[in-house]
T-cell receptor
Framework: GQQVMQIPQYQHVQEGEDFTTYCNSSTTLSNIQWYKQRPGGHPVFLIQLVKSGEVKKQKRLTFQFGEAKKNSSLHITATQTTDVGTYFCAGRRNRDDKIIFGKGTRLHILP | DTGVSQDPRHKITKRGQNVTFRCDPISEHNRLYWYRQTLGQGPEFLTYFQNEAQLEKSRLLSDRFSAERPKGSFSTLEIQRTEQGDSAMYLC??????????????FGSGTRLTVV
């Protein structure tokens, strides 16, 4: 079945440093979504990427979708304490399908 | 609209008992999903509905699990004869699927089940 893998599982960075998490799918995706889950909270939708090679930015966050539509990345520039949480990618094989989540990357900010 | 509501927030039950959770999605959304999340893991797909039709149920889900969405509004997830391995956070999400557009999921706060 479809699998979505994320690395790293954990990342500790000093406040102000950059952070990147990578997502790989075993199958070509129709689109990919990214979610953020704060400690004790529920996943919150960040963005969706649909087109091959697509790049989208949200302030300090940059999202990329690979040319083959099998991988994606999230890059955060100059991390802040508010960035703490777990970042999940979630892929969809077909337009009408449910999304499959990766295991997430837990970001911890060191003061 | 207050978003996706789930009830109860917490449930502690004895092994072997039945439990039922409720989810009220965003009213304009036609898709409703159930996921399960354990500590340190991503949400695991259980089942989903489009309006009142259940479109897919995970093969990992045993026959002890059943979900309904009568009239295409709220949904219930029932677990019969609970086992300790059922302890998890049960998340409900809803979304809108249009003809040419698809949107992100809006999750509820979840129901945390503890089986003792």
């Amino acid at each position: 079945g479809q699998q979505v893998m994320q690395i790293p599982q954990y990342q500790h960075v000093q406040e102000g440093e950059d952070f990147t998490t990578y997502c790989n799918s075993s199958t070509t995706l129709s689109n990919i979504q990214w979610y953020k889950q704060r400690p004790g909270g529920h996943p919150v939708f960040l963005i969706q990427l649909v087109k091959s090679g697509e790049v989208k930015k949200q302030k300090r966050l940059t999202f990329q979708f690979g040319e083959a539509k099998k991988n994606s990345s999230l890059h955060i520039t100059a991390t802040q304490t508010t960035d703490v949480g777990t970042y999940f990618c979630a892929g969809r094989r077909n337009r009408d399908d449910k999304i499959i989540f990766g295991k997430g990357t837990r970001l911890h900010i060191l003061p | 609209d207050t978003g996706v509501s789930q009830d109860p927030r917490h449930k502690i039950t004895k092994r072997g008992q039945n439990v039922t959770f409720r989810c009220d999605p965003i009213s304009e959304h036609n898709r409703l999903y159930w996921y399960r999340q354990t500590l340190g893991q991503g949400p695991e797909f259980l089942t989903y509905f489009q309006n009142e039709a259940q479109l897919e149920k995970s093969r990992l889900l045993s026959d002890r699990f059943s979900a309904e969405r009568p009239k295409g509004s709220f949904s219930t997830l029932e677990i019969q004869r609970t086992e300790q391995g059922d302890s998890a956070m049960y998340l409900c999400a809803s979304s809108l699927l249009g003809l040419n557009t698809f949107y992100g999921y809006t999750f509820g706060s979840g129901t945390r089940l503890t089986v003792v």
